[in-house]
């Protein structure tokens, strides 16, 4: 059975940092992308960032040089380091495991940016 477990999501002040993990079972962890997605009512899940097999990275401009992605294959655990947050940042943040042949996701941890 998959499982994709997120954590580290909280309120925190604006300018302030979070670290979101992914711990995922079931699968190859090595021979999968792994994302974070963030999402607020009324819109459509946006891509935040992307960490692939061989640890190329790639990032949604509004996060590029705040928020950090990595992965420990021994802990088959993906992570998002949040600095400087912004109240717009505010959203359910989903990890993502992706290959050629399936996609999965976890349940979400919400991220609150808020003085």
């Known amino acids: 059975q998959v499982q994709l477990v997120e954590s580290g999501g909280g309120l925190v002040q604006p300018g302030g940092s979070l670290r979101l993990s992914c711990a995922t079972s079931?699968?190859?962890?090595?021979?999968?992308?792994m994302g974070w997605y963030r999402q607020t009512p009324g819109k459509p899940r946006e891509l935040v960032a992307t960490?692939?097999?061989?640890?190329?990275?790639n990032y949604a401009d509004s996060v590029k040089g705040r928020f950090t992605i990595s992965r420990d294959t021994a802990k088959n655990t993906v992570y998002l380091q949040m600095n400087s947050l912004k109240p717009e940042d505010t959203a359910v943040y989903y990890c993502?495991?992706?290959?050629?042949?399936?996609?999965?996701w976890g349940q979400g941890t919400q991220v609150t940016v808020s003085s």
């Open positions: 079931g699968i190859n962890f090595r021979r999968y992308a």
């Open positions: 960490i692939f097999s061989n640890d190329l990275t």
């Open positions: 993502n495991a992706r290959s050629t042949l399936a996609t999965y």
